[in-house]
Structures are given as C-alpha cells and as structure tokens.
C-alpha cells in the first residue's frame, strides 16, 4: 500500500521539517511506503521549500508541487489529491506531527480491512492548555482516506478558505458507514494563529470563522 501524506504549505518555515520528519520515522508494514507531497500554496517563501524538499530527498520519498494562485488549505488539499495516486490519503499541517512511529501502519491497516475512513484520537495543543479529541469529524487530523472511495464518490474539498475540511468529513460521513476509530493517540495539533496556508489570522476571529463553517455545512 501506498499512502500519501499531503502536507500544505504557506508558512511554517520553522517546523515543516519536524514535520517531515515525523512522517519519515513511521514504522509502516513490510510493503507500504508512505509518500510526502508538499502542495506550496503561491507562498512567497517558495524558494525555500525548494531546498527542504531537495535535503529531505536523500532520505524521504518527498516531492514540491507549487500552485499558481493561494487558494487555502482545502485548494492546496485538493490539488495534492489531484496530483496523486496512492491507495491511501492523509493530510498533514506543516506546524503539526505524528502522534507515534506507528501512527499511519495502525490507519493504514484499518483501510486494508476494507474501511472508507480510518481515523485516531488526536492531541490539540492550545496556548491555554491540552485538549484531547476522540472520534470527531470536523477535522482532518488524524484521519486516513480510501482514495477508491474518494475517487468513486468525486469527493472533493470545496473552493471556500475555512473549515473547509468540515464540508469535505461531512460528506465522506454522509456516504459511508465503513469506518474506524482507534483507541491511539495518531496526531498532534498545534493550533496556532500563524497557521500554514493562511495570510492572516482574520479567519478565526471569533464570529468570522462561523460565516465559513455554515457555508460548508
């Protein structure tokens, strides 16, 4: 099996390649490898990405697709799906990490048993404290995706800037009841304001931020 991990990326500099590397140490069955797609969202940093993807090369299965126009997270999902074609689909946020080496075989072995989604617990790191999550749909962390059931469905992340990823669970819930949640910690959040693909942090004000998630639903 092979698993993609799409990575968008606008900011994040400072800890893409933590990243990176909690995805290169993932213990994965003989067999699956697990390929990292790094979507740069028109960053003006793109230069850089250039060089962490070159340095990652010689260790990583690794490669740099760099969009024309920002279009968010869920744009810069969408065209790491497009461009693609693993059995398996995870999304990572560059200031994010794997929960454990062993995260994506534990994911990876529930879609091989025939799941649509195969999901973990995850950790969500706030300024105020730790917050734990268990089965949830709001959110893309921690989550694994049967590309034949996304590719089937034309399942796709819509052309809004946030909580995109609320439309795109919702509907893969709406056509599916073949899924997992594992008891295991798979993810951890940092949920900052100087998020990856956002320009500013104006999204998440609060109120704002409720405009877009009534939209996707």
Not at 53 to 82: F, P, V
Not at 133 to 147: A, D, F, I, P, T
Request: proline fraction near 2%; charge should be negative; glycine fraction near 8%.
């Amino acid at each position: 099996m092979t698993i993609d991990v799409i990575l968008p990326a606008y900011e994040g500099l400072d800890t893409i390649d933590k990243a990176i590397a909690s995805v290169v140490m993932q213990k994965l069955d003989e067999g699956d490898r697990a390929k990292i797609t790094i979507v740069n969202d028109c960053s003006p940093h793109s230069e850089a990405y250039d060089g962490i993807t070159a340095r990652w090369k010689e260790i990583a299965d690794i490669e740099l697709i760099t969009r024309e126009e920002n279009g968010g997270a869920g744009a810069a999902r969408q065209t790491g799906i497009d461009a693609t074609e693993g059995d398996a689909i995870a999304f990572l946020d560059i200031d994010d990490v794997y929960g454990s080496p062993f995260a994506l075989r534990a994911l990876a072995r529930e879609i091989e048993r025939g799941r649509d989604i195969a999901m973990g617990l995850f950790i969500e790191e706030t300024p105020f404290g730790i917050v734990e999550h268990g089965e949830n749909y709001v959110w893309c962390h921690g989550k694994m995706y049967s590309r034949d059931f996304i590719a089937a469905n034309g399942i796709r992340f819509n052309d809004t800037r946030y909580n995109e990823d609320v439309y795109f669970n919702a509907v893969c819930k709406a056509l599916t009841d073949r899924i997992s949640c594992i008891p295991q910690i798979v993810y951890i959040w940092q949920n900052n304001r100087a998020s990856t693909v956002r320009r500013d942090d104006t999204g998440y004000k609060y109120g704002f931020g409720w405009y877009a998630f009534i939209d996707n639903m």
